[in-house]
């Protein structure tokens, strides 16, 4: 019998971020494994017109919850939603409601965030800094307690080349931060955003880190423990390969791949490209939850979930295995055929973004215009290129993450739970990966049939027809113009003329 599974069964468990990418695939894991679970109560907000039981119903029925539902039928009273948001006061929680979770709560995972790169300071530290530590404070009143499960992210201190398994400190206590954003207005904290944030890219790694810290203050006194993914991607294995269902990451940049918006990419070809799939992640969750409610470490853990000092695998070689999948599975509808390279120069950047990106746009856009249809890509590309420019620090720079504490707690599990709860990256293959992650991409997000192939390869046919032919007419164009200027080249014309007639 798993010891994992058996501690979560009976528990009450109170899960933040639960509508998350990686919230369902805790909770699935959970349900499927530990079926007799007592409850599952997750802090949810109404968004866009649903409410929560219409939320949960949707992720309920959704693929990824199939195997669920089989093996635990009563899955939907299971789930408590309790209606809260985690940008107000108490959460806006009701009082009977926050008494039944304080009495009743055994397992806390907080995997609630705001991962916007380009969130305001004040949202960002809202989310990630002062919700974590009203979640703490929540959690300090919960006798049944037994551990607090903190999703960090392995950037948080990325200012740094080499990362170890411990808190660093900021230049600001967070409590200073949160007691500032009370006072300060809008323009002075966009303001000072750039000092705060330092060498860090943006305000998302510099709250995660802040998080952290408070983590460890306000938890001094609980079982604490933290987990620190790197980039996040489809399932590996669980609980079927491929499952994604957000943009994030690498994601959206392999549908702009796939159809043809993405051409070219600044990136270190050989950086390390440090992707853990979400499974991996949520493994790796549990068995912490577990550990430290069962091992009660003396000092908060915090346990990095990366693949590039076990299982290294670069940009490169990732870009190389995405554009190979591509020519067995092709997108449907693309843009152009899928083809893209690095650039490694801030010039050679600007002019594959004029040439590949821009310009193939604002002329399809004008072919959009004169057929009497609203032009849209422009746009598109736009959205992409900001995109872009906010990854670009991670295609950029390389990482060291030591992983002792995870190696550790790999050491501790039974061949039972190191085979239900694998979290051993070793054993991972990027090929294989990478491919059911782009054919995951394809079915989950795109939503797109796999029957649809052998039109998508027509499709693409036509576009390397049009772009032989677009070539060979600028080609005609720019001889024309030249042969019309140019002396030089009237010479070289006929000269080839008479060549012909000889
Ligand atoms: C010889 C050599 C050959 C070699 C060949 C090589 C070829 C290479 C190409 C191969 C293919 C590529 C394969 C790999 C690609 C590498 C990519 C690099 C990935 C690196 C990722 C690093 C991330 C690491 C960070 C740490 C991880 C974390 O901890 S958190 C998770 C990460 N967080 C994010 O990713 C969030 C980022 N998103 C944002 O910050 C914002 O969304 C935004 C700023 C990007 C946009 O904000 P904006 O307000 O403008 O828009 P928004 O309201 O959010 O959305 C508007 C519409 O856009 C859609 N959307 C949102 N995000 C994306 C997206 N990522 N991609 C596409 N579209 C997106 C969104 O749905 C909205 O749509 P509508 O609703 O329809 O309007
Ligand atoms: N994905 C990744 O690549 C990585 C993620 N992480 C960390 O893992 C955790 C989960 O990330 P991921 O699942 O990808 O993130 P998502 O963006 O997919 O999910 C975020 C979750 O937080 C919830 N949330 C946001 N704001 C509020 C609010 N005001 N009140 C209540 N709930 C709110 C969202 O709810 P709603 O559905 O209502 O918006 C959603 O459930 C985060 O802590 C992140 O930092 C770390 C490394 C990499």
Redesign the pocket.
């Known amino acids: 019998m798993s010891m994992i599974a058996a501690f979560y069964s009976s528990k009450s468990i109170l899960i933040?971020?639960?509508?998350?990418?990686?919230?369902?695939v805790l909770m699935e894991k959970l349900f499927r494994t530990s079926p007799d679970l007592k409850i599952i109560y997750i802090?949810?907000?109404p968004?866009a017109g649903q409410t929560l039981q219409q939320?949960v119903f949707q992720i309920l029925n959704s693929k990824l919850f199939e195997k669920v539902k089989e093996i635990c039928p009563d899955v939907h009273e299971k789930i408590r939603p309790i209606s809260?948001?985690?940008?107000?006061h108490d959460?806006g929680i009701s009082k009977e409601d926050m008494e039944e979770l304080l009495s009743s709560t055994n397992v806390i995972f907080?995997?609630?965030?705001?991962?916007r790169f380009d969130d305001p300071l004040r949202h960002a530290v809202?989310?990630?800094v002062t919700?974590t530590q009203q979640l703490l404070f929540m959690a300090s009143q919960m006798p049944k307690l037994e551990a607090f499960i903190?999703?960090?992210?392995?950037?948080s201190n990325c200012n740094l080349q080499h990362i170890d398994e411990v808190i660093y400190p900021c230049s600001v206590e967070p409590k200073k931060i949160i007691d500032s954003m009370e006072w300060l207005d809008d323009a002075i904290i966009d303001e000072i955003t750039p000092k705060l944030i330092g060498d860090r890219p943006n305000t998302?790694t510099y709250t995660?880190a802040l998080g952290e810290i408070v983590v460890q203050q306000e938890g001094a006194n609980m079982n604490v423990a933290i987990?620190?993914?790197?980039?996040?991607?489809a399932t590996w294995q669980e609980p079927f390969p491929g499952w994604v269902?957000?943009l994030?990451?690498p994601s959206g940049m392999i549908i702009a791949a796939g159809k043809g918006f993405l051409r070219s990419i600044k990136a270190t070809p050989l950086a390390i490209a440090d992707l853990?799939p979400?499974d991996t992640?949520i493994n790796l969750t549990l068995a912490a939850g577990w550990y430290t409610a069962v091992h009660r470490p003396k000092s908060t853990l915090i346990y990095h979930c990366t693949s590039g000092n076990l299982n290294p695998c670069n940009w490169l070689k990732m870009g190389l295995h995405v554009l190979e999948t591509f020519e067995k599975v092709p997108f449907e509808k693309a843009f152009r055929r899928p083809k893209a390279n690095f650039t490694t120069t801030s010039f050679t950047n600007h002019y594959w973004n004029a040439v590949s990106h821009r310009a193939p746009a604002v002329i399809y856009d004008i072919y959009l215009r004169l057929t009497g249809r609203k032009p849209r890509v422009t746009k598109l590309m736009n959205r992409m290129l900001r995109m872009l420019s906010m990854l670009e620090y991670f295609v950029n720079h390389s990482w060291e993450w030591s992983t002792h504490n995870t190696e550790m707690l790999m050491s501790m599990l039974s061949p039972e739970d190191q085979r239900m709860f694998n979290f051993d990256v070793r054993q991972l293959n990027w090929l294989e990966y990478i491919e059911n992650y782009v054919l995951g991409v394809k079915k989950y997000l795109l939503k797109e049939d796999m029957a649809g192939i052998p039109e998508a390869r027509q499709h693409l046919k036509r576009l390397r027809n049009i772009h032989y032919l677009f070539n060979v007419a600028l080609f005609l164009i720019i001889w024309r113009l030249l042969i019309a200027r140019w002396q030089m080249a009237r010479n070289i014309w006929f000269f080839i003329s008479s060549l012909h007639t000889l």
Do not use: M
């Open positions: 933040t971020g639960a509508t998350g990418f990686l919230g369902k802090l949810v907000r968004k939320r809260a948001d985690l940008n107000q959460f907080h995997c609630a965030a705001t991962v809202q989310l990630n919700a903190h999703l960090s992210t392995a950037f998302y995660k987990i620190r993914p790197s980039i996040v991607g269902d957000n994030n990451g853990i979400a992640v």
